[in-house]
């Protein structure tokens, strides 16, 4: 026989559901009592349908009763969410005029950058987004950080719904992503001839998927990139308002010279920056296309070229013949000579120029090129000579007396010419790099009391390897009230603790408590 099923307290469970009590015993009908009325039919229908009572061991029930309960806060949550975000949050973001919406997150891309504010934004509501994709807001775009996925299906897209409107786009780092093709490649290659098919293929991304949308470009930078001659091309195309061009430490292939060239003739009379850092092809004739078909050009970068861009020569009267607004020119660690031997006598130099670095060991011609580079450049502000070889005579006769950036480290300067340059720009010098030059105390001393002078305008001083005390640089601290940086790493003549680099006033007031501190304590020995 099958067993009946008993409940708590060892009770044969009934087969309809009754109360009762601890001791079995079933309780009385209400209906005795004198106050009771006869329910509907449907609620008593629902009492006959109620499940057996059964009590639940503690546990089981809290755990149920804390799901239960999280269920109706959930539950609620969301419905009062959803009440706010409909009425409350829809209202606010229609309040607000578009116009003012607009300047608002023109002042954060300002600040911050169009990337990833503005698609972060765009997910707000719909005013966000309606203001967020306008492309008015997508005209300064910086997309090397990695904000996005480095593909060419994502720099497709952009450049088809964001970048209409784009003035200057930085694609640093995009290696073969730059030259990818829309549709992906899905054959596979069996013979050079479709090797050499599927690059055609790939450079036709740069025609027809970004520079036909990008009319208005005028910046663009393709450093560290790799890239091919046709991108080149399409950029001459396409690009008709591009004045800033960025190539620094490209790859390309052996006919990057003649689209270089046929780009300058294209665009070249509009450009005003180059950027040529790390160049690998013959730099001679670069400079000479430059020279030719760039004659607004104010910015000229050739630092650092490969080692087969060989030694390079340029014609200093025609270059600043042709090209009479140029600002900056930085050839840092390039060897470059001068191919005239005779100096014109009709000459006017870069009037303009206010930065010239040639920092490096290729210059060994006793200061010859830098002097007639920099004959009639009045304005010049920046002078960067750093490990040159020539005889530092020739800066004496430079012809500008605002010079505010000296670098003269590691040069063979001698001490009568070195009082004689800091007695020139003492007044105007904010920065000044002397460092691992070969100079006595005392000249280091003399020299430093100079720029202590009264007006002294001195911010970042670099003395590392030299020999200066601790009196002169006592002397630093009280003359330059507006300095902020003082590097004194390997100074020999400096008591150990203070050979290190200083940078703020707060470093600075402990070096000067220091140096108080033991020049007090050494008087008191002495006396």
């Known amino acids: 026989m099958p067993k009946e099923k008993r409940g708590i307290l060892n009770i044969v469970k009934p087969k309809t559901p009754i109360l009762f009590t601890y001791s079995g015993d079933i309780w009385s009908s209400d209906s005795d009592d004198s106050d009771y009325k006869e329910e509907s039919t449907s609620r ?16 089981n029930r809290n755990a149920r009763k804390r799901k239960v309960d999280s269920r109706i806060v959930k539950k609620t949550c969301a419905n009062t969410v959803k009440e706010i975000s409909h009425n409350q949050w ?12 607009l300047k608002l997150f023109k002042c954060v891309i300002a600040d911050e950058g169009a990337l990833p504010f503005l698609p972060r934004a765009s997910r707000v509501c719909r005013l966000w987004h309606q203001v967020a994709t306008d492309n008015s807001m997508w005209q300064y775009i910086d997309l090397s950080y990695g904000w996005i996925k480095k593909k060419s299906a994502v720099l497709t897209w952009l450049c088809q719904h964001r970048l209409q409107q784009v003035r200057e786009l930085n694609l640093t780092g995009w290696k073969s992503e730059v030259n990818a093709s829309l549709p992906e490649w899905k054959g596979t290659i069996t013979s050079c001839g479709e090797t050499k098919m599927r690059k055609k293929r790939l450079l036709l991304f740069w025609k027809k998927d970004i520079w036909k949308h990008c009319l208005l470009l005028r ?58 850092a790390g160049c690998g092809v013959n730099l001679t004739s670069v400079l000479t ?33 042709n090209c009479t607004k140029l600002k900056i020119f930085r050839a840092a660690n390039t060897r470059l000579s001068h191919t005239r031997s005779q100096v014109q006598s009709d000459w006017i130099g870069f009037t303009h120029l206010e930065e010239f670095s040639i920092a490096g060991k290729s210059h060994n011609d006793h200061g010859e090129f830098m002097f007639r580079f920099l004959r009639g450049s009045s304005n010049l502000k920046l002078l960067d000579i750093r490990h040159c070889s020539f005889s530092m005579d020739s800066v004496l006769f430079l012809p500008s007396h605002i010079i505010s950036h000296l670098y003269i480290s590691r040069c063979n300067i001698k001490e009568l010419c070195l009082e004689q340059i800091i007695a020139t720009w003492a007044k105007s010098l904010v920065h000044l790099d002397i460092s691992w030059n070969v100079l006595s105390e005392d000249c280091m001393k003399q020299n430093l009391c100079t720029l202590a002078a009264e007006g002294s305008l001195l911010v970042n001083l670099n003395l590392a390897g030299t020999a200066v005390d601790s009196t002169s640089v006592q002397t630093v601290l009280r003359g330059c009230s507006a300095l902020c940086s003082l590097n004194l790493t390997s100074c020999r003549s400096l008591p150990r603790g203070i050979k290190r680099d200083f940078n703020g006033k707060k470093e600075l007031g402990e070096l000067h408590m220091i140096l108080y501190r033991s020049a007090t304590s050494h008087s008191h020995v002495i006396s």
């Not at 008593?44 to 546990?59: A, E, I």
């Not at 607004?296 to 270059?319: E, H």
């Open 219 to 276: 910046s663009i930078n393709l450093s560290y990139c790799k890239y091919s001659s046709e991108a080149l091309q399409a950029i001459a195309e396409h690009c008709h308002n591009l004045c800033d061009l960025d190539l620094s430490y490209y790859e390309s292939d052996g006919k990057f010279l003649a689209s270089f060239k046929s780009l300058l003739k294209k665009s070249g009379k509009q450009f005003l920056c180059l950027k040529l």
């Open 289 to 321: 296309a430059i020279i030719m078909f760039c004659p607004k050009l104010q910015l000229l970068d050739i630092s650092n070229p490969k080692p087969q861009a060989g030694y390079s020569s340029i014609n200093i009267d025609q270059f600043q013949e």
């Open 90 to 101: 829809d209202s606010w973001g229609l309040t607000i005029p578009p116009e003012i919406l």
């Open 44 to 59: 008593s229908s629902q009492l006959c349908t109620v499940k057996p009572v059964t009590q639940l061991p503690q546990q």
